[in-house]
């Protein structure tokens, strides 16, 4: 009888445990989702606000504000970007760099730390977006918006190196915050402080959400993809890990690793696409007839020429992030006692982001003829929901992919390395913003520089194993709410960018300003 009881007390335990188990697998999902409906709910407004498109149109007035900011800059320093592209050359060489100094890094680590937090995923999954929306012709509205934000580098990381401070033991902080703030006062304008902690609070939610958890989401999928579905968090331990190794040694560790893993990847991927452009040579000049008979004519697609001009205009916004401010973080520990170089090298990041690496990825889209148009009228064959028909109907990431393999059977492979280490520079270089910025609102010091880190870390791991859409939609939207702060403080402190410009160039013509190499 006691065994029998004992058995059945067993088989209830066992059913108890089951139910429970369930019910709590059950309630997971149910408050997963109750967390992301209520963020939804609570962020939905800021996250439609800042993305929202002008009446009666599908342009986002945030790109319009980024691109608007670069025709500006591009105008008032005389198209700056064009003048001094082989001085920012000669600097990034080390031609003009003087040891003695102050700062933590060279020209060309600022600038790969800066690159590798723009260099990613909208390189290669978002191009194929545009390209698959606007068609071929996007391809040369991002080109130029590219050109023209090469300008917005150029005047906010000047102003960076300009307002940066510079610590006794060596290391430096700047940005946004501080030229704000600082330059605010020097030209006795009010709201300075205010826009610098504004700019802060946005930099710290963009840095723990774009440039974090979608990061490492992304790297998770791209490895499941190959190896197989695991759990998230396996992969979020492991990159927090390394993540953790890099930047508790600081920006130094973090410029050493970026100027190793940066140019390592750019010269991979864009051999990659060299090499598949060359063996369709025959087809480059009626690529770039697509380009730009596409760019004037929309060649068919969805919204025609304005279509294409969207795309293109929005993929280079969101790719280069030239006018958010946050590459001007990075310039500024660069070592110089002249802030204009910091902005002449940082101009070339638009460039190599979107008008080399974008423009790659265009154009191995096109040529392998992964678009399907209509033999007979030429004109490209649309979807129900109004983006160009592919081979096999991948689109984004997959649409890149399987161009690269109409060539290579092994580049998802490539690609998928790639997207990892992407995804893990990325990473490393928003934890040194969203450290910065952290800094500037809660005080200098090891401990407050341990606690952020720290925080980014659980946010990897985080990132890797949860499905956060809504959260990571108010991080992007936080991204580019840096950029209505920035830019807007950017038009009242140009001025003040001009009279270094004109400084500069003067001493330099005049022998003044000589090269150390």
């Known amino acids: 009888m006691t065994t029998y009881f004992q058995r059945a007390a067993l088989a209830a335990f066992a059913l108890f445990t089951s139910v429970v188990t369930a019910g709590a697998q059950e309630a997971e999902k149910t408050l997963d989702q109750a967390v992301n409906d209520a963020f939804a709910n609570a962020t939905g407004w800021f996250v439609n606000f800042i993305f929202s498109p002008f009446p009666g149109t599908t342009f986002p007035w945030i790109v319009a504000w980024l691109v608007i900011a670069a025709t500006v800059f591009t105008i008032y320093f005389g198209l700056i970007q064009f003048r001094a592209f082989p001085h920012s050359i000669a600097l990034v060489k080390g031609d003009y760099s003087d040891p003695n100094d102050a700062g933590e890094v060279s020209h060309f680590q600022a600038l790969a730390t800066a690159l590798s937090g723009t260099v990613g995923l909208g390189n290669i999954a978002g191009v194929a977006v545009a390209v698959g929306i606007g068609g071929p012709g996007a391809t040369f509205w991002m080109i130029l918006a590219g050109l023209m934000g090469m300008a917005s580098k150029f005047t906010e990381c000047t102003l960076g190196v300009k307002y940066r401070n510079e610590f006794p033991d060596g290391h430096v902080s700047g940005g946004p915050m501080y030229y704000l703030t600082k330059g605010f006062a020097e030209r006795g304008l009010p709201g300075g402080k205010v826009l610098a902690v504004l700019f802060a609070i946005f930099c710290i939610l963009g840095s ?82 697509q380009i730009f008979a596409g760019a004037f004519t929309g060649l068919g697609v969805a919204g025609g020429l304005v279509g294409a001009l969207i795309q293109g205009f929005k993929r280079a916004a969101f790719s280069n992030e030239a006018g958010v401010g946050s590459a001007a973080i990075a310039h500024s520990a660069v070592k110089t006692k002249e802030p204009i170089t910091e902005g002449f090298v940082s101009l070339l990041e638009p460039f190599i982001d979107t008008v080399v690496i974008c423009t790659m990825t265009a154009l191995v889209i096109i040529i392998s003829g992964q678009l399907v148009s209509d033999p007979e009228t030429g004109l490209y064959i649309l979807t129900e929901g109004g983006s160009i028909q592919t081979l096999d109907g991948s689109s984004g990431v997959s649409l890149t992919s399987a161009a690269f393999s109409s060539a290579f059977s092994w580049f998802p492979y490539v690609l998928a390395v790639a997207v990892i280490l992407f995804a893990f520079s990325t990473m490393i270089s928003w934890s040194y913003y969203g450290l910065k910025a952290w800094t500037f609102l809660f005080g200098e010091g090891k401990t407050t520089e341990i606690v952020f880190k720290v925080i980014f870390c659980i946010f990897v791991v985080i990132g890797a194993a949860a499905n956060l859409g809504p959260v990571i939609d108010f991080s992007d939207a936080a991204i580019f709410a ?9 038009y009242f402190l140009m001025p003040i960018v001009k009279r270094e410009l004109d400084s500069y160039m003067t001493r330099l013509k005049s022998g003044e300003i000589r090269k150390f190499k």
């Open 482 to 490: 840096m950029a209505v702060v920035n830019i807007a403080g950017l």
């Open 208 to 289: 723990l959400g774009g440039g974090n958890m979608f990061q490492s989401n992304q790297a998770h999928q791209q490895i499941a993809g190959i190896v197989g579905e695991y759990p998230g968090w396996i992969t979020g331990v492991i990159f927090a890990c390394v993540v953790f190794a890099v930047i508790i040694g600081g920006l130094k560790s973090i410029a050493q690793v970026t100027e190793k893993v940066v140019p390592f990847m750019g010269v991979l991927y864009v051999l990659a696409a060299l090499v598949i452009i060359l063996m369709n040579a025959d087809k480059i000049g009626w690529a770039f007839g």
